[in-house]
């Protein structure tokens, strides 16, 4: 049986996090299932400048739900939601890495698509 990619980079993801890093949970709405999380998730954390390390859960039934992030360590390209462009970049990308105590070097790519890119923090 094969993993889908998603699950396969998730995975990969998860064990390159370092050991030390610091997980607390960010409300998201309702949440309804695995697939709607993997939708959620990335963006909530990605808008504060972390990962989403796969883990939520329900906190209201019906009403609300957190996903649990964990701030990226230095130096490091830091999810940030969709980018659709260089401007949108600068609108996003210097308040996700200073998030982190960091600068934007003023790069970024997009990851996925229509869905995710990335802030290149240092």
């Known amino acids: ?4 990619k998603l699950l396969t980079a998730l995975f990969f993801l998860l064990i ?13 709405g309702p949440i309804w299932n695995d697939g709607d999380a993997q939708a959620k998730c990335p ?3 990605g808008g504060l400048g972390a990962r989403w390390n796969g883990q939520w859960h329900t906190t209201v039934q019906g009403q609300m739900s957190v996903c649990a992030c964990e701030k990226a360590s230095p130096g490091r390209e830091i999810q940030a939601g969709p980018i659709w462009n260089n401007a949108d ?6 308040s996700i890495c200073f998030g ?7 790069q970024w790519r997009t990851t996925v698509q229509g869905r995710m ?6």
């Open 16 to 28: 390159a996090l370092p050991a030390s890093a610091q997980t607390y949970n960010v409300e998201a």
């Open 117 to 122: 890119s990335v802030c290149d923090c240092r």
């Open 100 to 106: 982190n105590g960091l600068s934007w070097s003023g």
């Open 89 to 94: 970049a600068q609108g996003k990308c210097p």
């Open 1 to 4: 049986m094969r993993l889908p």
């Open 43 to 45: 963006r909530v954390c």
